[in-house]
């Protein structure tokens, strides 16, 4: 159990990661303002930062083989799709 | 510059027409077995969530030697080659005594005599036959072995159905990879859903968001998919052909990685149990089955085969000599040394059953799945979309979606439903359990063919799926008994996390039933205010 | 069935199929076995799909059919070449 836990806190890491690019997303942004009036949650961030953070999404993966953890590796992997897609898909079709 | 830019386009062109074909013609196959491969990810758990059963590690907690002894003494000698033990879903051990044979179908097989021990080593029952025909009627697997089976070969004979499967991994491989290939604004676009007017999310956009975050696992899913499909279907086969001169036992033997001279010297085998607590102290877990080669002979040895652990992603196969108890190896998973064929091969397992790190990476691998389903579903309905003008027709493709994609899941619920009531009833599960499937899709079918709003036809099967998985938990707790406190107390992970995955499930349905109704009514509305508006403006 | 007639059907879909079978099972016998004497089954099995899908996105997307059309025929000789071979030499 203890290498599962060990993944945890990477997968949390990614989730907040990609809430931010979400958030910061251009394209995203452009459409919610022709929708909503307001927004709340927007980050403006310049497209250089968005591409930082959208690399340190990988930077997980040295921990994770430095600790032979490699379910981890397969974990983390498999949960960033399924968070970027639900972060992408859940509001729109929700709320 | 012109020519390049008009071979450009006709080369998306090519490609967009690639993606649609491989979807529209396999789609609601390809949706079938997806959706059943997100169900496989727990087969365990459904396994043991419809015998309301827990593991008791009886390979650890009971006297295994004693057992294998007492068996070995009524026991003929030719099934002694071999002997397979594991824990089944009733509390039960499963010690197979068999020997290799042609089954009736040609393909090798096991064959020999089946027994089922109790926890305090007492013989619940023995059968003697086929290893497979043995499985195919055992009861207690009877709701997953039916829900794997259309996974992997749709209940189509053998090899027809595992070619199809094939097949369809193949277009899925087509159908991701010309995605990707033609999607030029992958990433600007992966986080942005367009609403229409009406307030629901634009069909195109949910495709393509969730199939651009879904590439890289679709792709590597079909590809192993379909590489179990095809290797068992004739790969295997052919290779016997080409490298053995058609002498499949000879490769069975070579990818097993057999001792190639057994004596077949009698001599007795040290106590099993010393090596069995050994491998478990090794692993510091429980092993999945034990297989012992030649018990009471001089070339006597066990393995104990343990799921991934500690970070490991690939089975683990500890090997015993087992006339003296010394351990020997942890044996590849083909072979007899480690190789490039062996751990390419122990990483599409974990890769393609997400099995690697118990529920967590379970949970993981639904929801991939449930992605992979959600990228079939909005594309097989974008093509309805656009090709059904007409709101009044009768929409064959829109129905068939329907019939399918909400279809499905009821029907699988149903033979669920199946299984616990014919238990209850004391019938044969396993015959049960595919009749209310096939009931199911007729009444399915011909309520699709009766009703002609599909909307109506849409929320009264979504009802049917709410109120299903609403029943199961319930019938599960009145044929076993066995509630969610007794549950917690024997820590029953598995029999929970089903139950609360289809009230999950149940909840689900009920609120898109209220939100597509409250829609309904809101579109109502507004057509009335649209309509008063042209009034004041006349 | 106009398909039928269509040239780039026959190179992508049969011909690409039959193609890929031949070159998994003639890799059977020249893949180095490697030690553990299972690499030459094993790697055939596991890259067939990406063999297949590699030539069939080549046959299909390719401008240049005659080329493409070359290539399955050199394919197709050399690795029945080699199977021929295995069966009688």
């Known amino acids: ?95 | 510059m012109n020519e390049n830019a008009s071979t450009i386009r006709s080369k998306a062109k090519a490609l967009l027409s690639l993606h649609s074909w491989s979807g529209i013609i396999l789609g609601m196959l390809l949706y079938a077995v997806i959706f059943t491969g997100t169900v496989a990810v727990v087969a365990d758990e459904i396994g043991e969530w419809s015998n309301s059963n827990y593991h008791q590690d009886l390979l650890l907690t009971t006297d295994v030697n004693d057992t294998v002894n007492r068996l070995v003494a009524r026991t003929p000698k030719e099934y002694q080659e071999e002997i397979s033990a594991y824990e089944n879903d009733r509390q039960q051990l499963v010690y197979f005594f068999h020997t290799h044979r042609q089954n009736p179908s040609g393909v090798m097989d096991e064959f020999g005599i089946q027994y089922l021990i109790n926890a305090k080593g007492e013989i619940i029952s023995q059968q003697e036959g086929f290893g497979s025909d043995i499985y195919a009627q055992d009861d207690s697997y009877a709701l997953s072995r039916f829900l794997v089976a259309i996974h992997t070969e749709l209940h189509i004979p053998s090899p027809w159905g595992l070619i199809l499967t094939g097949i369809l991994g193949l277009a899925m491989l087509i159908a991701s990879v010309s995605g990707f290939m033609m999607h030029r604004h992958l990433f600007t676009d992966m986080f942005s859903i367009r609403t229409q007017r009406n307030g629901k999310s634009l069909k195109r956009d949910s495709h393509t968001v969730a199939g651009t975050w879904s590439i890289p696992f679709a792709i590597l899913l079909a590809f192993t998919g379909s590489f179990f499909s095809f290797a068992t279907a004739f790969g295997l086969p052919a290779m016997a052909v080409v490298a053995f001169g058609g002498d499949q036992e000879a490769m069975n033997h070579t990818l097993v990685g057999e001792q190639q001279h057994k004596s077949d010297a009698p001599m007795a085998s040290a106590n099993l149990n010393g090596m069995i607590s050994d491998s478990a102290l090794r692993q510091s877990s429980v092993p999945a089955f034990l297989s012992i080669s030649h018990f009471g002979t001089e070339s006597a040895s066990l393995l104990a085969f343990y799921m991934p652990n500690k970070g490991k992603v690939g089975f683990e196969q500890l090997v015993y000599d087992a006339t003296n108890g010394d351990f020997v190896e942890y044996k590849p998973l083909v072979g007899t040394v480690p190789s490039a064929g062996s751990a390419i091969l122990s990483l599409i397992y974990p890769i393609h059953f997400g099995t690697f790190a118990g529920l967590f990476s379970k949970l993981i691998w639904i929801s991939l799945g449930v992605a992979a389903c959600y990228v079939t579903i909005t594309g097989l309905q974008l093509y309805a979309h656009r090709h059904e003008k007409s709101e009044t027709s009768w929409r064959w493709f829109s129905r068939m979606c329907v019939w399918g994609f909400v279809g499905l899941p009821l029907c699988s619920l149903s033979s669920a439903l199946g299984f616990f009531v014919s238990g209850n009833m004391s019938l044969n599960q396993t015959m049960w359990t595919q009749l209310s499937f096939v009931i199911a899709a007729i009444v399915i079918s011909a309520l699709t063919l009766s009703i002609k709003n599909i909307t109506r036809l849409k929320m009264l099967l979504l009802a049917g799926n709410g109120v299903l998985c609403l029943i199961l938990p319930f019938l599960r707790f009145t044929s076993s008994g066995i509630g969610w406190l007794q549950a917690i107390q024997h820590n029953m992970v598995a029999m929970m996390f089903i139950d609360m995955v289809l009230l999950f499930c149940s909840a689900w349905c009920f609120y898109s039933l209220y939100t597509s109704a409250q829609f309904k009514h809101k579109s109502v509305l507004v057509e009335n205010q649209t309509l008063n508006r042209e009034e004041v403006a006349e | 069935m106009l398909f039928l007639k269509n040239r780039r059907f026959w190179l992508s879909g049969p011909a690409t199929l039959i193609v890929s079978l031949l070159i998994m099972l003639a890799m059977a016998v020249w893949f180095p076995a490697g030690a553990g004497n299972v690499n030459n089954i094993m790697m055939p099995l596991v890259l067939f799909p990406l063999i297949w899908a590699i030539l069939f996105f080549y046959t299909y997307l390719t401008t240049n059919m005659r080329r493409a059309q070359w290539l399955l025929a050199a394919l197709f000789v050399s690795n029945s070449l080699i199977l021929t071979f295995q069966f009688l030499g």
């Open chain 1, 1 to 95: 159990m203890n290498h599962l836990l060990l993944t945890l806190p990477f997968i949390v890491l990614g989730t907040v990661l990609i809430l931010v690019l979400a958030m910061s997303d251009p394209r995203r942004r452009q459409l919610a303002n022709k929708t909503h009036a307001e927004n709340k949650l927007n980050v403006a961030l310049s497209s250089n930062s968005r591409k930082l953070i959208g690399w340190s999404l990988v930077l997980p993966l040295i921990p994770l083989i430095l600790m032979a953890n490699y379910a981890g590796i397969l974990m983390y992997a498999g949960a960033l799709t399924t968070i970027g897609w639900l972060v992408s898909e859940l509001p729109s079709s929700l709320l």
